[in-house]
């Protein structure tokens, strides 16, 4: 299962740009620290001050964005900095994030009839695997559903904002766009305690080439997504749309907080309709602007954490982006969270117990402007690794629950079957050198000659991709023509996407208990709750649905 911050199979995090070691851990300053870069986030209006703050700390400037309002910094004294009133935000320019969820089917726990062997039988009307695909039935994507009436539109651009994309699967490159398809980031062999990170660099300058996926977790998501219809493998919910991949995450799943900025800032600049970021930004699980028990150094870090991603996630709006994330995946009420014991969650032993509230954020599913989505598993009952809340839970999907008994699947796993990339499995163990399956949570199918890798994940990641499919549809239906395709307000694609879920209201008994004797507690009114917001996503009726 899932835990928030450390998955088993898809962990997520970010890059190194300089040194970290242990002195970079976000306490007091030494006199003996050297300088590091940082991003120093400015009040409006105070780029001025806060430029000759940074320098009459002793700080060079290396770099600045004005959309965002910030200077990359190089300083050994970021507190300093901080200090002055026209700085909002320092956080050193680390590691601070991991995947919101994708925890690996074992094979044998999650599957009910499998084999590893290839795939053989065909799903009338759909795509060979659609059999197994219980997520697209659950919400309408089938033949006679949603396909029938919209599948998207190659003038709509999806971005994935993830580990990588697989622009080589059969399954992911008819609808790949490799000329906007961008990589921000450079893998980094070892950490500064010389332990393996991201492994050997494969290509020049440690930065791999735009279609390249070293981990697997982005190219699940985007099958989800966008998967075409093409007689081989998965169908995705938007089988005809553009998918753009947006590369944050290293090999190692680590993501710089520099690198999800950029990402979304080029997503708006380049006219990309919708995103999926099926991640959380770290280290710290929740981010709180003034927390007693934090350092000064890492209340700055939480802050600029807090008001970067705020204005990325803004400017990306107001450029016509709509954005999906995955809500989380430690099961946790996160409008009642009080104790945080995994922050800062890199370097690794960093972690401390510290007390939290309310006004601490998960980012980015606690963030104005950006649809949360929980999970659902085959029997429609929440997962029980998924996060919620009536304040965070905007609505809910398909994303898979081992235990979710009860259901008659005819053989399919309770989980997500999507593409995933054949280096990746070989690097697993997961395939033999005849490229045949070791496990029953992978399959494989082959038409002409050529075989495509397909694997069964869990998780809010893997939920959040049936609403960003859903969102394209709307897009492909009533876009109007404009940068990078079509353009839609994501105001409206929000609205929609709330009116086409079917609603869902909470258990009888309001309340969920489980194996482990732990409860979850559903609060809000059938037409908005904290275990499925405002219903189930629905892409059939999202397909016929009038604007």
């Known amino acids: 299962m899932y835990a928030r911050g450390r998955l088993a199979g898809a962990i997520m995090s970010i890059t ?41 700390a002793g700080g060079t400037i290396q770099g600045r964005d004005d959309k965002l309002g910030y200077f990359v910094v190089r300083a050994s004294d ?34 009910t009839g499998a084999t590893g062997a290839d795939h053989a039988r065909r799903a009338p009307g759909g795509d060979p695997l659609s059999d197994r695909q219980w997520d697209m039935k659950m919400i309408g994507a089938t033949p006679t559903g949603s396909y029938a009436k919209a599948r998207g539109s190659h003038k709509v651009l999806v971005g994935v904002i993830d ?36 492994g050997p660099c494969e290509h020049k300058g440690c930065k791999d080439p735009a279609d390249v996926d070293d981990d697997g977790h982005g190219t699940h998501v985007a099958s989800t997504i966008g998967s075409p219809i093409n007689g081989i493998g998965v169908s995705g919910v938007a ?5 753009v991949n947006l590369r944050a995450g290293t090999d190692s799943g680590f993501f710089f907080l520099k690198p999800t900025m950029d990402a979304l800032e080029y997503a708006a600049d380049v006219g990309v309709d919708v995103v999926n970021m099926s991640f959380y930004v770290d ?30 996630v803004k400017y990306a709006r107001a450029h016509g982006v709509t954005l999906v994330t995955a809500i989380g995946n430690e099961g946790l009420d996160l409008g009642k969270v009080k104790t945080d014991t995994s922050s800062p969650d890199f370097p690794k032993g960093s972690e401390k117990k510290r007390a939290v509230d309310n006004s601490c954020l998960n980012v980015p599913a606690e963030l104005d402007g950006v649809i949360s989505v929980s999970s659902v598993g085959p029997g429609g009952r929440k997962a029980p690794y998924s996060d919620y809340g009536v304040e965070q839970t905007d609505i809910a999907a398909p994303g898979g629950d081992i235990f979710d008994g ?16 054949e280096n990746v499995l070989r690097a697993k163990g997961l395939i033999d050198a005849a490229g045949r399956p070791k496990t029953s949570s992978v399959i494989r199918d082959c038409r002409d000659g ?19 499919g859903v969102a394209a549809l709307i897009v492909g239906r009533f876009g109007k023509p ?66």
Not at 239 to 243: E, G, R
Not at 298 to 305: C, M, P, S, T, V
Not at 406 to 421: F, H, V
């Open 16 to 56: 190194l740009l300089g040194g970290l070691g242990a002195a970079g851990l976000p306490g007091a300053a030494t006199a003996s620290e050297p300088a590091r870069n940082y991003l120093v986030f400015y009040k409006d209006g105070g780029r001025d001050a806060a430029q000759r703050a940074a320098e009459a």
């Open 78 to 111: 970021p507190e300093r900095i901080g200090a002055d009133p026209s700085v909002v935000g320092v956080a050193l320019d680390r590691p601070i994030g991991r995947t919101a969820g994708a925890a690996v089917s074992s094979g044998a726990a999650a599957s």
């Open 163 to 198: 580990t990588g994309v697989d622009g080589g699967h059969p399954d992911i490159a008819p609808n790949f766009n490799r000329a906007l398809s961008r990589n921000f980031v450079a893998d980094q062999p070892t950490d500064d305690n010389g332990k393996q990170l991201d």
């Open 239 to 243: 089988p005809d749309v553009s998918l």
């Open 283 to 312: 280290p710290w699980t929740f981010n709180c602007a003034n927390n007693a028990s934090d350092t000064n150094r890492e209340r700055l870090e939480q802050r600029a954490i807090l008001e970067g991603m705020r204005r990325a």
């Open 406 to 421: 009860g259901t008659d699947l005819k053989g399919a796993s309770r989980e997500i079957l999507a593409a995933a990339p």
């Open 450 to 468: 050529k075989c495509a890798y397909y694997q069964y994940l869990e998780g809010t990641s893997m939920a959040a991709p049936h609403v960003t």
């Open 482 to 547: 404009g940068k990078g395709g079509l353009q839609m307000d994501p105001a409206q694609v929000e609205r929609m996407l709330y009116a086409t879920a079917t609603p869902k209201g909470c258990p009888a008994s309001r309340t969920y208990r489980y194996g482990t004797g732990e409860s979850q507690v559903c609060e809000g009114p059938t037409a908005k709750n904290g275990f499925f917001g405002h219903g189930l996503a629905d892409a059939a009726r999202a397909a016929t649905a009038a604007p």
